[in-house]
């Protein structure tokens, strides 16, 4: 490169340095103290709020991100706001103005390798967090022993990292990230949105236990005799749109939050289709037939342990029998359970006291024995079929029961209104 030309490379780059406002102190550890310069304030109060038991082990984590585009860097983004331990970026891609129709990156950041810009940036945001970049493909064979290594050294203190999240945008690279996981029992997410801009969807992918980016491939993809970038026309691309991309980071890292710091439920699939605000979910089981043979492999592990854990279960319950005898309810269709009195309760004496004594008060009470027909929160909807019935099933609600009325009464009742 000219000498000239990188000096004033260079000098810009100092420009737009100067321009910008100091990187803060680092902070030791998280504090809950509410002060205006407390950046973890509002996320330590998730602890307060009973929904995270404890937000700092987020400290612990470290979470590699493949693919810095329009949904990797705003989850970048995302887990560097809440003080993930450690983020580790694949990409080998260049920002460019083409790029500025999504979040994140900027003009002035045209012609930077993806990494480095975004590291740039998200120190800035949070220099509590620990950065590692690589700005290469994956999919190559030079390159794919660098990635296996990522994963199972990268952690903080030379441990296998906790996640990987894939925001590529091909095949061959969700198949590259599927087969580094499948080999070293890695959990992953695959994530993706459609050329279309207008559907995506995250999918939680625990090799051996749910299938893996190869037991279900889509239905058509290239062969090994064609290369998938040739399919690309000539001044055609890909539609996006900030919003999708935003919306299916959003969901990618709030599931990355759940699963990390152990509150909720981590979907295994999250669908979303923008024309009809329709949001699918579904879980998958692993292929038998699956081409991958660590997949194959990580599956046989997985029946061993619960072959394992079925006969600990068996050798124990001789030994709970005795109480078993003493259960009233052996079934228990509807998942009652009895809960501690004490405990706080949204509709509870406690909260309600307290409320009082604070001087609020709720806007809408729900009248007693409102719930008490509602069947048990669904676990899990196992396909989107029967997501769609659920849409259509009526649901439990305070309206009173006028079943014993015909239509025709009730279309004269209307009509006299
Ligand atoms: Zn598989």
């Given amino acids: 490169m000219d000498l000239h030309q990188r000096i004033k490379e260079l000098e810009m780059e100092l420009e737009i340095l100067k321009a910008q406002p100091t990187v803060r102190e680092l902070i030791p550890t998280m504090s809950a103290e509410v002060k205006d310069s407390n950046p973890y304030s509002r996320l330590m109060a998730l602890q307060k709020m009973g929904i995270v038991k404890d937000y700092q082990r987020i400290r612990d984590f470290t979470v590699i991100v493949v693919g810095v585009g329009g949904v990797g860097s705003v989850a970048s983004e995302m887990l560097t706001r809440c003080g993930i331990g450690k983020l580790i970026l694949f990409d080998y891609d260049k920002v460019e103005l083409a790029n500025m129709n999504r979040l994140f990156f900027q003009p002035h950041q045209s012609g930077q390798s993806k990494v480095e810009a975004a590291v740039e940036t998200l120190r800035k945001i949070n220099p509590d967090v620990q950065f590692e970049h690589y700005n290469f493909d994956i999919t190559t064979i030079d390159n794919f022993p660098q990635f296996l290594n ?95 991309m935003a919306v299916v980071a959003g969901f990618l890292v709030q599931n990355t939050l759940k699963f990390l710091l152990g509150f909720g439920q981590v979907s295994d699939y999250l669908g979303y289709n923008a024309l009809s605000d329709f949001f699918p979910t579904m879980s998958l089981k692993p292929n038998p037939h699956c081409e991958d043979s660590h997949c194959l492999k990580r599956q046989a592990e997985e029946q061993a342990k619960q072959k394992l854990l079925q006969e600990t279960q068996c050798a124990n319950s001789k030994e709970t029998e005795k109480e078993e005898e003493v259960v009233v309810h052996a079934s228990n269709e509807w998942g009652i359970e009895l809960v501690d009195e004490t405990s706080p309760d949204l509709n509870g004496d406690s909260c309600s006291d307290h409320m009082a004594k604070s001087g609020l008060k709720y806007a809408y009470m729900a009248a007693p024995g409102t719930y008490e027909s509602q069947p048990p929160e669904s676990s899990k909807v196992d396909s989107i079929e029967q997501e769609n019935n659920s849409t259509t099933q009526a649901p439990s609600n305070p309206v009173p029961d006028n079943s014993d009325e015909s239509l025709d009464d009730l279309m004269s009742q209307l009509k006299a209104l």
């Fill in 150 to 244: 990522a994963i199972r050294t990268g952690g903080l203190n030379g441990s296998a990292v906790d996640l990987v999240l894939s925001c590529v945008d091909n095949f061959e690279a969700r198949m590259t990230v599927n087969m580094a996981c499948n080999e070293l029992g890695q959990n992953w997410f695959e994530s993706g949105v459609s050329e279309q801009a207008v559907s995506g969807h995250i999918q939680f992918i625990k090799p051996g236990v749910s299938a893996c980016f190869g037991c279900a491939p889509p239905l058509l993809v290239a062969d090994d005799s064609l290369d998938e970038k040739s399919l690309k026309k000539p001044g055609v691309c890909a539609a996006s749109l900030p919003t999708t």
